[in-house]
């Protein structure tokens, strides 16, 4: 973790370098410039360096008519992080083509690629998505770090839930993780992998692409020239003779056909799915066409997924719950709440990363029966309470009133209207040209 001090030093530098290379992208090139000194080049690295500092998730260069605006998406939030003139954007576009291998002279269509860079010692892969807009060129990079920086005792189960979820992997089965896009699936299910690897058992991934490199997993990226389709790609798993199988997400039929068949032939099946809720994966799965039959002989457990906002540790304060507001957001009168009130650390945001907060849905004989009989979700999500659920709203309630999140972010999870005040971020100064004058200013 790196220190306070070394962090804020650093982002200083970065914003230097990007603001330099700025200013020469207006300047007419020199016969003296070399290209690994060419202000994109040096812009380009400026930006995943402090992309990956600022631990975002995403990078938007978003083209304006006269302008190029920068978003980075920082805890689930977008925040704008730079504007420069486009005139130097063209030469950005094609820097991020060459290194994502992209076709540099094709504008006109969507294009997909994929680069990597390391920064203080940390590798890290970058999706890079072209999309061809009436101003120019849309990018979006998705910054993944190769290794999953998190394990499995950082995931914050409580004893309870953890105990579901070790009947749930002590036998064959599968074990689905659900939530929307964002939430953090694919790092929890790194993270349960990587103990389940811990304690001598051989795994087969196929993923698509592969996100995170797992130590000791034979893992399989699925070709981007769509000869492979994850249902083919399943069907030659059990070949490998693996303990335990991940696919790396249930998309259509063939998969989620698949993946049922290898549960059922004695495998553990660890894999993803997009539903609401984690008694809503049943019934997204009979969607797929799923019988009732061999779904409820197949699933061992569900977990559902959502990140919660972590306080700033530099700067909380506390305050008691007024009635009207434990009335509006169902929480106990008279609770002592925690709050950030913003400082340089959480760049004046009060909150600082996330964590996950869970929902474990163990297939009991109730629920097996239920699923069998075609119960519906709620039906289902009913007998899961009775039998001692604890529904992801509590978990984030516990969350709230144990300090470690906020309100406005509990409301978030919870689908509680919350009214938003919005929390200015620290203004960045004009970027200047060699003469003074402003090149641009947000």
């Known amino acids: 973790m790196m220190k306070e001090e070394h962090f804020q030093k650093e982002l200083k530098r970065l914003k230097a370098e990007e603001e330099d290379a700025v200013r020469r992208m207006g300047r007419r090139p020199s016969k003296f410039d070399i290209p690994e000194n060419a202000p994109a080049v040096l812009f380009t690295e400026a930006l995943l360096r402090s992309a990956a500092l600022l631990e975002a998730s995403d990078i938007h260069l978003s083209p304006e008519e006269d302008l190029v605006r920068v978003h980075f998406r920082i805890d689930g939030e977008r925040e704008e992080h730079i504007v420069f003139p486009k005139t130097g954007y063209p030469a950005v576009c094609a820097r991020l083509k060459v290194l994502s291998s992209m076709n540099v002279a094709e504008c006109r269509l969507p294009q997909d690629g994929r680069m990597s860079f390391c920064f203080y010692d940390n590798d890290y892969d970058v999706r890079v998505s072209s999309f061809p807009t009436v101003f ?81 997993a034979q893992q399989l990226s699925l070709p981007e020239n769509g000869r492979l389709s994850f249902g083919e790609a399943l069907k030659s798993v059990l070949r490998q003779d693996p303990d335990v199988i991940m696919a790396g997400e249930i998309r259509d039929k063939e998969t989620a056909e698949e993946t049922i068949r290898m549960a059922l032939a004695g495998k553990l099946v660890l894999s993803t799915l997009h539903a609401p809720t984690a008694a809503g994966a049943v019934t997204r799965l009979r969607d797929l066409g799923i019988g009732n039959g061999v779904l409820s002989d197949a699933l061992s457990g569900i977990l559902s997924q959502r990140l919660i906002k972590r306080l ?45 907060v869970h929902e474990v849905f163990e297939i009991t004989e109730r629920i097996r029966e239920g699923i069998r009989s075609g119960l519906s979700a709620a039906e289902l999500h009913a007998i899961a309470l009775e039998e001692g659920m604890r529904p992801l709203t509590e978990n984030a309630k516990e969350l709230l009133l144990r300090g470690e999140t906020d309100l406005a972010s509990y409301c978030g999870v919870c689908s509680i209207a919350y009214p938003h005040k919005e929390k ?4 960045r100064e004009a970027i200047h040209d060699t003469n003074g004058e402003i090149i641009c200013k947000k």
Do not use: N
């Open 312 to 356: 700033c540790p530099h700067c909380i304060t506390t305050r008691l719950l007024d009635t009207r507001e434990a009335v509006s957001y169902a929480l106990p009168e008279g609770s002592l709440l925690t709050e950030g009130a913003g400082c340089d650390s959480c760049r004046g945001k009060g909150t600082k990363g996330r964590r996950a």
């Open 424 to 427: 200015k971020l620290p203004a």
């Open 136 to 216: 120019g060129e849309r990018f979006v990079l998705r910054i993944l770090p190769r290794i999953c920086p998190y394990t499995w005792e950082e995931l914050g189960f409580l004893p309870e839930e953890e105990a579901a979820i070790q009947r749930m992997l002590s036998r064959p089965g599968l074990v689905l993780l659900t939530g929307p896009t964002g939430s953090g699936k694919s790092t929890t299910l790194a993270c349960i992998l990587k103990a389940l690897l811990a304690k001598g058992r051989t795994a087969v991934t196929v993923e698509d692409p592969v996100e995170y490199l797992i130590e000791g």
